[in-house]
C-alpha cells in the first residue's frame, strides 16, 4: 500500500509484457501433455471390427482430452496466479482453454500412434487365434484317429500268442473292427473339420479382400490335400485288410507255426512263410506309401499356412 495515498502499489506483473509468461505457460502446456501421453494413457485392444475400433479411439480421445482438460486447467491457474490476478488482467478462462489446446495437441501424437498400436495388436492377436483354431479344426480328425489307432494297437493289438488261445481270432477281428471304425470316423470327419476350419478363418478376417485372399489359398491348397487324403486312407484300408489277411492265415494255419521267445513265431511251412513275406513286403510298400503321401501333405499345408499367414501380416499393417 502507499503510505500517503491508501492506494494498492502497483505490482511488477502489471508492468511486465504478458507474452513471456505466455509463452512459459504454452510449453508447460505442451511439456505436460507429452509427458502424460508418455507415461499415463491406457489403450484398450481393438478386434478389426467396427465396434472394436470405436472403442479404441473413443479411449484414445479420452487419453488425449481427459490430461488435456487437467493440465489446461492446471497451467492457466498457474498463469492467473502468477500474472494476470497480480496485474489485474483479465483472461483467465480464456487462455486455459488455450492450454487445454495445447496440451491435447501435445498429447495426441503420441496417444494416437499408441491407438492405432492396439487397434492393429488387438485386431492381430483375433486373426492369429482365429488362425491357430482353425489349423486345429482342420487337422482334428486327422490327429485323433492316429491317436485312437495307436491306443488300440497298444492295448487291443493282436500278436502270434493271442492267436493261438480258443479266442484269439475273435479278439484279432475285434481289434480289426475298431481300426476300420477309426478310419471310417476319420473320413467322415474329415470333411466337417476342414469346413470348420474355413468358418474360423472366414468369420474373423474384417476386410473382404483380405478374407478373399485367405480363403482362396485356403480353398486351392484343400482340394489337392483332400485328393492326397484319399490315398492316405485307401492305404489304411490296405493295411487293415493286409492285417485281416494275416489274420485269417495265421488262424487257418495254427499248426504250421509257434510263438517264438522274441515275440514273434517261427513258420514251418515255406507254403505260409513265403505267403506271409508276401504280406510283409506288401505292408511295408503301404506304410513307404502313407510315409510320402504325408511328407506331400505336411509340405502343402506349411506353404499353405506361410501364404496364409503372410496374408495376415499384410492385413494388421495396413
Known sequence: MDKFTGRRRASWQSKAPLWPFLIAAFALAAAGGVLISLYAS??????????????????????????????????????????LSPAGRPGALKWSGWLMAVAALGAAPLSVAKGMDADRI????????????????????????????????????FGVETLRTADGLEEARKAIAGQKDLLAAARRDYDGGQAKARRALADVIVDRFDR???????????????????????????????????????????????????????????????????????????????????????????????????????????
Not at 482353425?134 to 493289438?157: K, M, N, P, V
Not at 485269417?248 to 513265403?274: D, H, I, K
Open 122 to 157: 488387438g485386431y492381430e492377436m483375433r486373426l492369429k487365434s482365429a488362425v491357430a483354431e482353425a489349423r486345429i479344426e482342420a487337422r482334428q480328425a486327422e490327429t485323433d484317429f492316429y491317436r485312437r489307432l495307436y491306443l488300440l494297437s497298444r492295448h487291443q493289438g
Open 212 to 318: 478373399e485372399a485367405v480363403l482362396d489359398r485356403f480353398d486351392t491348397a484343400q482340394v489337392i490335400r483332400k485328393a492326397q487324403m484319399e490315398k492316405v486312407f485307401a492305404i489304411h484300408d490296405r493295411l487293415i485288410a493286409l492285417s485281416e489277411e494275416e489274420v485269417n492265415l495265421l488262424y487257418a494255419n495254427r499248426g504250421r507255426w509257434r510263438p517264438n521267445a522274441y515275440g514273434g513265431g517261427t513258420v514251418t511251412s515255406m507254403t505260409l512263410f513265403n505267403q506271409l513275406n508276401r504280406i510283409g513286403r506288401e505292408r511295408r510298400a503301404a506304410a513307404t506309401e502313407h510315409d510320402r503321401l504325408y511328407r506331400e501333405i505336411a509340405t502343402l499345408d506349411a506353404e499353405t499356412n506361410e501364404g496364409i499367414d503372410r496374408v495376415i501380416e499384410a492385413a494388421v499393417r495396413e
Open 42 to 83: 491406457g489403450v484398450i485392444l481393438g478386434d478389426g471390427t467396427s465396434g472394436g475400433r470405436a472403442l479404441v479411439w473413443i479411449k484414445t480421445a479420452s487419453n488425449i482430452a481427459i490430461p488435456a482438460l487437467v493440465i489446461g486447467a492446471a497451467a492457466g491457474a498457474l498463469l492467473n496466479g502468477v500474472f
